[in-house]
DNA sequence: CGAGCGATTGAAAAGACTCAACCACCGTGG
DNA sequence: CCACGGTGGTTGAGTCTTTTCAATCGCTCG
């Protein structure tokens, strides 16, 4: 179960120290980490931060899920990214002068710690493996938004949604797939009512099974094959 | 008129010493480049990089349009990016491992000078505020990704027709917007024929005008609300 | 127990796409 | 000089996808 209480979670068994940008620390520098980050809970739909807001340092997930969107005219949402245990969110924002332009906020109970932004940068000035690695991953998302920006103008709704439950999937990996119908369309890109009805035709295609709300993927192999359609 | 032949252009006269991530460069950093780039003149339709390829280095555009596009399933071109006289093309790709997820090809006679990616993370290693321009740039395109991915997923394809044509009157500053009617579809996201008619639609509204197959746009107020919408 | 939110369904309308045909321009070779 | 072929631009008709609006259902929370 989570830990509710706003004590301190010691880095060294943090999971991002393993799969983060962070993984590059020795434990040194671990220890510096672990004194000037401080520790959050956070309830489900609690925002790290707001779009238009100035960034003051960054977020990293010890435990939940958080969802990244923007917003589109009438103020709907357009889900970019999930992040799970062991993500750094809004990393981004640190190397640009100007306001979020995104939001992140928590899909679920989440245990998320801090560190500001002169500390981190500090890290980053410190630390050339930790620059490299950031230097990657942004160019890496970078290309990773290609494809996405190449699915939304090309493939149908049908296959982004055999897209999205399979990024939704490794996420969750292990878990359900659990989220509102609303955020899923967000994520897709289609109104709730479309998405509802090809999840409906998904499950008679036998290639996933509702348990509640949560999904279960039964036929990854089928998804990847619309996906690619 | 355009210089057809090889010759060495100078960076002290390049427009990209103005406006690129080079402004920040000294005039010895600039003598510098001047020494280690390589000049090259380009045919229309003529490819910088392809998808799948090994960066070896990256381009400084001095005269000329480079669109920058990904494929989709059945190869049909997403346009990401249209670059012009000044920028840059396919510095992401120096600072990951892998093969380049786009292509690079010009769409118009082009001046265009290669500095290969060992002398560039030279300088970038050796210039911090280069590097800190790189950063800042990977992030404000990140961020410009996110806008790009929300337009996709929720305007219309007249809305997204708008949108392109405020991006591409700016990228064309002074001239005419001249794409094929095909290059433009791929960079809305939709098809030709749909195109065509929006096009026809916003002539008939007053919103633009074509010369040819070149645009020029008439209300660029008309062209917000639209996009807007 | 009632309010309210999230999930679901139906029916109709709007938006886009596909296919097919035709036009217009341009450079080539005879 | 002119017919030819090819590419890019345009139009029409029909179809499919997706959205929108309206209504219903089920569940949880106070």
Redesign the interface.
């Known amino acids: 179960m989570l830990d509710k209480s706003h004590k301190h979670i010691t880095c060294e068994n943090c999971l991002a120290k393993k799969n983060s940008l962070f993984k590059s620390f020795c434990d040194d520098q671990v220890v510096d980490l672990n004194a000037v980050k401080t520790c959050a809970y956070y309830k489900k739909n609690q925002p790290l931060f707001l779009e238009g807001s100035l960034p003051r340092g960054v977020f990293c997930l010890n435990s939940g899920k958080v969802k990244v969107f923007?917003?589109?005219?009438e103020g709907?949402e357009?889900i970019?990214h999930v992040a799970k245990e062991g993500e750094i969110v809004g990393f981004?924002?640190?190397?640009?002068?100007?306001p979020y332009?995104?939001t992140a906020s928590t899909l679920e109970e989440s245990n998320i710690c801090f560190i500001n932004k002169s500390d981190f940068l500090n890290l980053v000035d410190t630390n050339i493996t930790l620059r490299?690695g950031?230097?990657?991953e942004?160019?890496?998302?970078?290309?990773n938004?290609?494809?996405?920006?190449?699915?939304?103008?090309?493939?149908s709704v049908r296959g982004r949604l055999a897209f999205a439950l399979i990024l939704l999937e490794e996420i969750y990996a292990g878990e359900l797939i659990n989220l509102t119908r609303e955020d899923l369309a967000n994520f897709v890109?289609t109104a709730t009512e479309t998405l509802i009805r090809l999840l409906k035709d998904f499950k008679e295609e036998g290639i996933i099974q509702t348990h509640g709300r949560k999904i279960e993927v039964l036929n990854r192999e089928d998804l990847l094959k619309i996906s690619?359609?």
């Open positions: 923007a917003r589109g005219e709907k357009q970019i981004r924002a640190m190397f640009s002068e100007e332009k995104v490299n950031i230097m990657k942004l160019s890496s998302e970078l290309a938004r290609v494809t996405y920006i190449t699915n939304m103008a090309q493939k890109g690619g359609a």
